[in-house]
């Protein structure tokens, strides 16, 4: 009787109106319970009842009630999933399939069958799958999704691999190969510069080599030779390989394999600039004077070379610094490396006082056995043949950037833009506290914002630093012309890995399009295209993040039971504890604040300020060394987790 009767509907209506309705993202815990997320400072308790109608990362509004004299949220009404697509394991129960989310936060159980032509009974339990969701509890009648495809069998060793590729939508195999690639027929006249002394600096393993370098010492600094190896030479516009090149826009890198942009004909042999075989190139010439400053004016051209050198990182640091046996082929090459030192030792020295350098910190290596295993964490230190190739290649993206904004007006732009200007505020006033000489105005330029960066590094410890960069916008990749604040540089456009990154063939074609005269419309990159560029490169970089979080638990599990010491400096500070990063190996862990003092009421641990307060004062703080003691490694969450070496106690009363 009460069935389409408008004045419940009214009466519903205003009931509705009559509650608090607030609109956030959900946050999960691991315990059950959760929040929503509002805004930055304004969350509200979800209980462990109402977390079972909704999943981590879920947009959804919620309505706010007290009770007990607590406000909580009962979720209303899903806007947007947080979970669509995602990596499972599979789980039995009462022989129906279910499968548990990958994630840290979703640890409840999903309903599930197979698509059409998977075999469920197949499946084991522990299995790796990937899942899509099909029906949510705020739309439907719970949660329900589809196994779309098996990712790697419960007892695959290389399944860390495969789940991190499936994860973010990686492809864990190379590019479909051809036994009878040809070049497309040029048109530029290519200048033959096979005569030159070029060589090549990588690691003794690469074979996808795509740059080689010659310099030549000049009265007024040097004349800097790049040749980059030329892939658009096999790979034409809009055809099939280039279209595949476009999706996956980069190598993926991950310990103990490579997964190839372009297939490994190409990039390991056709296209690689292999010592004594002539290869297509596009080379720049480019300008630096005696203290280092690149010339606004650079040459670009096509050309034809041969690599007289294929140099190791590691042999020619040795040799500079006069140790081992290694010796250059002949004084041509021992010349060429002279010089190249002299240049890079000048060009970093001009960076440091008129832009930004990173300071040196080692690359952390995995070494693996026969299965996968980790056997060992080697330390790659950044030695000087590093540098060189490092500076060149800068000096090298630095006029691309600038040649194309000149010529083209886009292209391929990697871009910074500073400071966050919706964050500036929040900027000024941390500044302002700690006695820093800059003003807003100053700051939001390229020349402000270097100085900021070269001041920071000057001061004591890095813990102003470290919150300044909490205020920094993040860089992109993007069509049209702009500064990259982080570098200090007024232009920078890569063209120096056309064999590991799309974005770098477009401007290959771009700079090819003007020297030969022709229209480059056709190959001016949309805004789409960037957007896509950058979220792979962001896809690519959180693999290679997965992956090693995985393979530092396995590697430190034995380090919980010899309760080794670790030194470790704290890279964050959330309201749950610390976390932080091992100087041994790079591993990252968190200490939870309940591991750090048993009496939380303590313990303050603020995000706003990057410290942890112990009765109000500061105990840790951002880029502080601290030691601790691994304390578990959880394989299913890919944490470390850890405790303070010194109990709290002991060390306040030293």
């Given amino acids: 009787m009460f069935q389409n009767n408008p004045l419940l509907a009214q009466l519903k209506q205003q009931m509705r109106d009559d509650l608090t309705i607030k609109e956030g993202v959900v946050k999960g815990t691991s315990k059950g319970f959760g929040f929503l997320e509002v805004g930055e400072k304004e969350s509200y308790f979800i209980p462990p009842p109402h977390m079972k109608k909704v999943m981590h990362g879920d947009h959804i509004t919620a309505i706010l009630r ?60 522990g299995d790796w799958v990937l899942a899509e969701m099909t029906s949510h509890p705020l739309k439907g009648n719970g949660f329900f999704a589809n196994v779309v495809e098996v990712i790697a069998g419960v007892d695959d060793p290389i399944a860390p691999w495969w789940v991190v590729l499936a994860r973010n939508n990686l492809s864990k195999v190379a590019p479909e190969d051809s036994k009878d690639w040809q070049q497309v027929p040029d048109t530029l006249a290519r200048r033959d510069l096979t005569d030159i002394p070029f060589f090549t600096i990588d690691a003794e393993s690469t074979l996808d080599m795509d740059d080689a370098l010659s310099i030549k010492k000049l009265d007024d600094g040097w004349e800097l030779l790049v040749a980059i190896a030329d892939p658009t030479a096999y790979v034409p516009q809009g055809s099939v390989m280039d279209k595949v090149a476009a999706e996956r826009a980069f190598t993926a890198y ?49 050309a034809t070379m041969r690599s007289h050198a294929r ?43 008129h832009a930004i350098v990173f300071k040196d910190r080692p690359d952390f290596r995995f070494a693996l056995d026969a299965d996968s295993n980790v056997t060992a964490i080697l330390v790659d230190y950044r030695r000087i043949a590093n540098q060189m190739v490092e500076e060149s290649m800068i000096a090298a993206n630095l006029a691309c950037g600038n040649w194309l904004n000149e010529h083209v007006g886009a292209g391929i732009f990697n871009v910074h833009a500073g400071f966050d200007s ?132 396995r590697f430190l599990k034995p380090a919980v039971a010899e309760g080794k010491v670790f030194d470790a400096d704290v890279v964050d500070v959330s309201r749950g504890g610390v976390r932080l990063r091992l100087h041994e190996n790079g591993a990252g862990v968190f200490m939870p604040s309940s591991l750090i003092l048993a009496n939380r009421d303590r313990l303050e641990c603020s995000w706003d300020d990057g410290r942890v307060y112990l009765d109000k004062a500061p105990l840790y703080e ?28 002991s060390a306040a009363s030293q």
């Avoid at 002539?278 to 400053?293: Q, S, T, Y």
């Avoid at 030192?341 to 020295?349: D, M, P």
């Avoid at 601290?626 to 709290?648: M, N, Y």
């Fill in 66 to 125: 007290t009770e007990n004299e607590r406000e909580l949220v009962e979720p209303e009404k899903l806007i947007e999933a947080g979970v669509t697509r995602f990596v499972a394991r599979v789980k039995w129960f009462r022989d129906r399939l279910n499968l548990v989310p990958d994630h840290p936060l979703m640890n409840e159980a999903i309903k599930a069958r197979t698509v059409k032509g998977l075999n469920e009974k197949s499946l084991k339990e």
């Fill in 254 to 302: 991950l310990p103990g394999r490579n997964i190839p942009m372009l297939p490994r004909t190409l990039s390991d042999e056709l296209c690689s600039l292999q010592e004594g075989v002539e290869r297509p190139v596009i080379c720049a010439r480019l300008f630096i004077d005696n203290e280092g400053k690149v010339a606004d004016k650079a040459e670009f051209f096509a």
């Fill in 422 to 553: 919706e964050k500036m505020d929040g900027l000024t006033e941390l500044l302002t506290a700690h006695d820093a000489p800059f003003d807003p105005a100053t700051i939001n330029t390229l020349a402000g914002f270097c100085a900021l960066r070269r001041w920071l590094d000057e001061r004591e410890t890095s813990y102003l630093d470290s919150r300044t960069r909490r205020f920094q916008s993040f860089a992109a990749m993007s069509a049209n012309p702009g500064a990259h604040f982080g570098l200090g540089l007024d232009a920078y456009a890569t063209w120096t890995s056309p064999i590991r990154k799309y974005g770098d063939i477009i401007n290959h074609r771009l700079i090819k399009a003007v020297l030969a005269g022709q229209d480059h419309k056709d190959l001016l990159p949309s805004n789409e295209l960037a957007t896509h560029l950058s979220d792979q490169r962001r896809m690519h970089r959180r693999a290679e993040r997965d992956i090693a979080d995985w393979l530092y638990v």
């Fill in 311 to 353: 140099l190791s990182y590691d042999n020619v640091s040795d040799w500079i610094e006069e140790k081992g046996d290694w010796q250059p082929a002949n004084e041509v090459i021992a010349e060429q490396i002279r010089q190249m030192h002299a240049f890079t030792l000048v060009r970093a020295a001009w960076r440091a006082k």
């Fill in 622 to 649: 951002l880029g502080q060394v601290v030691q601790i003691i691994i304390t578990e490694a959880i394989e299913e969450t890919r944490s470390l987790i850890a405790k303070p070496a010194q109990p709290i106690a």
